[in-house]
T-cell receptor, first 113, second 110 residues
Framework: GESVGLHLPTLSVQEGDNSIINCAYS??????FIWYKQESGKGPQFIID?????DKRQGQRVTVLLNKTVKHLSLQIAATQPGDSAVYFC????????????FGKGTLLTVNP | SQTIHQWPATLVQPVGSPLSLECTVE??????LYWYRQAAGRGLQLLFY??????ISSEVPQNLSASRPQDRQFILSSKKLLLSDSGFYLC?????????FGPGTRLTVL
């Protein structure tokens, strides 16, 4: 069936480096994508979103890239900080009025000081 | 501003006991509401969602049920807990595409 998945389950980076977290999706009907950050023991927090009519969107220190040709989504974090250490999930909305999201498995980002 | 509450924060229950987890949302009207379960080190599995009072859709067959007695209240229940019901339960709300999550309830079934 349709699914959202991640290429890398874990990512370890040095403080100050840039981080790139990848996500593959298979539902070509998906028109909205979100990245969430989940710290240990807490609920997921919204980071950034992008609609399918865009290929790039920037926020504060974060950029999301969408490549619809290969159904690939990525989250770039600039100048990664220890506070960025968390699990990052991508999620897709394949449409419909109930706004259901399908979540990927998550990538654990560890930032080393 | 909108806020979402879940309680209890943690819960330890014996196998076979009942369960009731509550979620309430403030600062919004007629939201879509969701219950997710997250096993340790895993992604989020959608259990139930609701588009209005008394309207519940189940995503996966399981030992749990959900109810929405009021517009901003969503309850997750079980008559008899199983070991496999252990996990981190998250409630979320949405008006549009973006979903906002509560702090979660850590359930351990022994």
């Amino acid at each position: 069936g349709e699914s959202v998945g991640l290429h890398l389950p874990t990512l370890s980076v040095q403080e100050g480096d840039n981080s790139i977290i990848n996500c593959a999706y298979s539902n070509s009907a998906s028109d909205y994508f979100i990245w969430y950050k989940q710290e240990s023991g807490k609920g997921p927090q919204f980071i950034i979103d992008i609609r399918s009519n865009m290929d790039k969107r920037q926020g504060q220190r974060v950029t999301v890239l969408l490549n619809k040709t290969v159904k690939h989504l990525s989250l770039q974090i600039a100048a990664t900080q220890p506070g960025d250490s968390a699990v990052y999930f991508c999620a897709e909305n394949s449409g419909g009025s109930n706004y259901k999201l399908t979540f990927g498995k998550g990538t654990l980002l560890t930032v080393n000081p | 501003s909108q806020t979402i509450h879940q309680w209890p924060a943690t819960l330890v229950q014996p196998v076979g006991s009942p369960l009731s987890l509550e979620c309430t949302v403030e600062g919004t009207s007629n939201p879509n509401l969701y219950w997710y379960r997250q096993a340790a080190g895993r992604g989020l599995q959608l259990l139930f969602y609701s588009v209005g009072i008394g309207q519940i859709s189940s995503e996966v067959p399981q030992n749990l049920s959900a109810s929405r007695p009021q517009d901003r209240q969503f309850i997750l229940s079980s008559k008899k807990l199983l070991l496999s019901d252990s996990g981190f339960y998250l409630c979320a709300w949405s008006i549009g595409n973006e979903q906002f999550f509560g702090p979660g309830t850590r359930l351990t079934v022994l």
